[in-house]
């Protein structure tokens, strides 16, 4: 008696089935292969893969589609804030910086080209305070609650007549009368970001000198840092040195390395 498995058609017809799922096998990884290399072969775009660079700019579409930029963050009570703060991202933080001389350097564009005013922290300490407390989240994966005081970007703007086109009195209110963005960078110009306008003028969003009610110490941004809420942690550059009111988009150091630009939460 022969069992099924010596005869011979059946047999064939187990050869047949293996040469097919073996060639089904071999084309599936013939057509990942093929992608990949397609994808590497890609050209660069700002620091991301091309094709990549596509599917971020699409989700960042669908992220400002579904999201305001004037979308408040959730706030704590300032007793729920850390008192370790977590120190990251050294860039544009050089040694033999001198705080003591620092003044904030700002570049209107609606002055001309070359006109610049300076700024002391005495002055900017003289504008109404302002406290937020936020899950402070940054791209790495972790988040802390924290507390941050100074003045809201936007008293700022009114105070010294920032943000118009024309350099005349800016009315916030209307934004499309105001330049697009805004770019801040460090002394050394070593970490630089640039903040779309409706972001900077969120009520959230400070001049920061003050982290758990003590100035800021030296390597989370002191004298002054960006304290934006409604953004994940690259945008909140520390230590400002210039910051300019532009139309067009200005230069973002981890946009520079990949990241989306509007790193908007
Ligand atoms: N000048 C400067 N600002 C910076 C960075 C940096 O490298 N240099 N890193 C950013 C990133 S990625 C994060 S998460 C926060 C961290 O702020 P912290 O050190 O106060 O926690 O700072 C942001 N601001
Ligand atoms: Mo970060």
Known sequence: MSLEHDDPNFQREVRKRSIKSFAWFFLAIALVVAGWLWLMSQPDEFGANRALRRVLRFNETVNAAVKSPTHLAKTFDKSQAVKNVKVNGPYGLSDGFDSTSWKLRVVNKGWG?????????????????????????????????TWWSGVKLSDFMKQYNLGSRNGRTPNLDDVPSLTNYIGMVTPDSGYYVGIDMKSALSPQTILCYAMNGNPLPENQGAPLRLIIPNKYGVKHIKRIGTMRF???????????RGYDYDCAL
Request: aromatic residues 16%; proline residues 5%.
């Open 246 to 256: 532009v139309d067009r988009r200005p230069r973002d150091y981890w946009f520079e």
């Open 113 to 145: 080209a070359d006109s610049v005013i300076y700024v002391t922290l005495d002055d900017i300490k003289k504008l109404p305070r302002t406290d937020v407390v936020f899950d402070f989240k940054c791209i790495e994966g972790w988040s802390q609650i």
